[in-house]
Nanobody, 125 residues
């Protein structure tokens, strides 16, 4: 059983930055792909960014490409999402999730099995 705890969300102004963290425990974090997703009110949960189990491959949604950076520290069992140049449309609850063992980046949320409780990000104009 894997437990994921996100942190780092908050309320910021457009153009500001935030760094989200997701700490994992109780499982094989270092051997799993990881992903960040977000869900705005009334919308489907969508893929934001993902990193392969080795950290060698990353992928981003077009809407965040060039502004967000995903990284992982396997020694700390933590995955990060650095968010720069935030926009009001980035407002959502952000979730991290674990993907399959020894997997490359997965963009389909149905391939992720364990999820954190989410952290709110609110960007005002």
């Amino acid at each position: 059983q894997v437990q994921l705890v996100e942190s780092g969300g908050g309320a910021v102004q457009a153009g500001d930055s935030l760094r989200l963290s997701c700490a994992a425990s109780g499982g094989t974090f270092s051997r799993r792909a990881m992903g960040w997703f977000r869900q705005a009110p009334g919308k489907e949960r969508e893929f934001v960014a993902g990193v392969s189990w080795s950290g060698g491959t990353t992928s981003y949604a077009d809407s965040v490409k060039g502004r967000f950076t995903i990284s992982r520290d396997n020694a700390k069992n933590t995955v990060y999402l650095q968010m720069n140049s935030l926009k009001p449309e980035d407002t959502a609850v952000y979730y991290c999730a674990t993907g399959p063992l020894f997997s490359q980046v997965m963009t389909n949320k149905n391939t992720y099995d364990y999820w954190g409780q989410g952290t709110q990000v609110t960007v005002s104009s």
